[in-house]
């Protein structure tokens, strides 16, 4: 027995209950603005379920709190257990009651004749419509891993795994291991691997390092105190570089994975007719120079900052001391790296896949805020051609922290201000 659909009339929908729609919510909440967040799965469904066992914020806690929340975590700690944190952020939602809908998925954004939005919604209890004013799009930029094609031409034999699918060493079958990806989640799965004593070979990217401590303090606090989280988007270099590198809760670099044992390899070239070799890009120390250019050039700004200072401000700071992560490992330094990799003569038999990531805007269908999307498929700003249609959580929208959680609550006071109040502003 269907009935109508049931529709609601409401000023702001926001898409997506991660963090950045719940800071959203919290600003809305502030401002006195009725909403609802409407969340395809659980709140925060990403830290839930799309990470690993030994998964921990990379962030100090300082900068991973959502706007108000209360807990008793100190402001530096890092390395906090992510149920932990998820708790906080859980306890956060549920004090201030915010209007989070989960088991609701947006199938569709359009827009109506009267200058609205209408969400349509499938939800667990049937589907519902809204007739929004405004609506605020914070669905996540992580929502489907980004295989390479050439996935699918791996012999079967091979167990494949990604992050989501990913839990533990112990879990793996014996053997080495492949972990293709050298961002933060493939360098920092390659070092569990090899912790736990595993043969480890490591298809590197060009991605930026970074240094985790100076001069006595996590880099968090260095680039909060000199500006560099919240620059204006300009100043961040190319949005769409992956985060740089740092290990959960200590340095991490291809030095200190080199010694650890880790085989270090150029990228992924693709895999050949066999399904049991795999090609290799000739870039490996092209990517161990790039990593190692940017820590070097976050150490320099912050010593910049250092420098102007009067002496007298300078000496409250501990001296910089290097971080042995980072030392040279000659052997890397030196090593010749094979343009092939047979699994089955060297053992291997689990790919793990760190390649990244998609967004999913299949809902949207509202063309000229479609049209507006850069070359990569992302948005680059907050506001859009559409009165009443704004993004957030995605990088560079504002500043140079828009795509992590720190930067979330600046963006979600900025949309705040621009929401309409009429449909026909
Ligand atoms: C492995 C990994 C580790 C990371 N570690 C860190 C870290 O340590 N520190 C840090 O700052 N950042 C980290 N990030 C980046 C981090 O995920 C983001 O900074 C932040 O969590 C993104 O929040 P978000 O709300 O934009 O997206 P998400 O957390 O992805 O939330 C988006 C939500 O929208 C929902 N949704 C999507 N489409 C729809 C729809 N059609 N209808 C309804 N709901 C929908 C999803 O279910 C999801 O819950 C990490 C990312 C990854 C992948």
């Not at 709190?65 to 100190?74: A, F, Y």
């Not at 070092?191 to 390092?209: D, F, I, N, Q």
């Not at 100076?214 to 270099?237: N, Q, T």
Request: with cysteine; proline share 7%; hydrophobic share 40%.
């Amino acid at each position: 027995m269907g009935g109508a659909t049931p529709e609601e009339r409401i000023d702001t929908v926001v898409v997506g209950g991660g963090h950045a729609g719940l800071c959203m919510s919290l600003e809305l909440q502030r401002a006195g603005r009725e909403h609802v967040v409407l969340e395809k799965a659980r709140v925060l469904e990403q830290w839930r379920s799309a990470r690993w066992d030994s998964f921990t914020i990379n962030s100090p806690v300082a900068f991973s709190r959502l706007p108000g929340q209360v807990d008793d975590l100190p402001d530096r700690a890092r390395g906090v257990p992510l149920d932990v944190m998820v708790r906080a952020w859980d306890e956060c939602v549920a004090r201030r009651r915010l209007p989070v809908r989960e088991r609701s998925e947006v199938r569709s954004v359009s827009r109506t004749g009267t200058g609205r939005f209408l969400v349509e919604v499938a939800g667990a209890d049937g589907p519902r419509r809204y007739a929004a004013l405004n609506v605020v799009a914070a669905p996540g930029r992580h929502q489907v891993p980004a295989l390479p094609r050439c996935a699918a031409d791996l012999d079967p034999a091979v167990r494949q795994l990604r992050v989501g699918t990913y839990t533990k060493p112990a879990a793996l079958p014996d053997g080495a291991v492949l972990v293709v990806g050298g961002g933060q989640t493939g360098m920092q799965l390659a070092e569990e691997l090899a912790h736990a004593g595993r043969e480890v070979h490591l298809a590197t990217s060009r991605v930026a390092g970074t240094p985790r401590d100076h001069r006595g303090e996590d880099v968090m606090f260095w680039l909060d105190r000199i500006g560099s989280l919240w620059a204006p988007r300009d100043r961040c270099g190319d949005r769409h570089d992956p985060m740089p590198v740092v290990g959960q809760d200590h340095p991490l670099s291809h030095h200190s994975l080199a010694r650890l044992g880790v085989r270090l390899l150029g990228g992924l070239a693709g895999v050949a007719e066999d399904g049991a070799t795999v090609m290799f890009r000739d870039d490996l120390h092209a990517n161990v120079a790039h990593a190692e250019r940017g820590y070097r050039e976050v150490l320099a700004r912050i010593e910049g900052w250092v420098a102007a200072l009067d002496p007298a401000e300078r000496a409250a700071y501990p001296p910089p001391t290097p971080e042995p992560a980072w030392e040279p490992h000659r052997p890397l330094l030196e090593s010749t790296p094979p343009g092939s990799l047979s699994l089955r003569d060297n053992g291997i038999t689990t790919v793990v896949w760190a390649t990244g990531w998609s967004a999913d805007f299949g809902w949207l269908r509202v063309e000229e805020v479609r049209r507006s999307l850069d070359a990569r498929g992302f948005p680059d700003t907050c506001e859009t051609t559409v009165d009443g249609f704004f993004w957030l959580g995605f990088d560079g929208l504002r500043t140079c922290s828009s795509g992590t959680v720190s930067g979330f609550p600046l963006d979600a006071a900025h949309i705040a201000t621009r929401l309409r109040d009429h449909a026909d502003s």
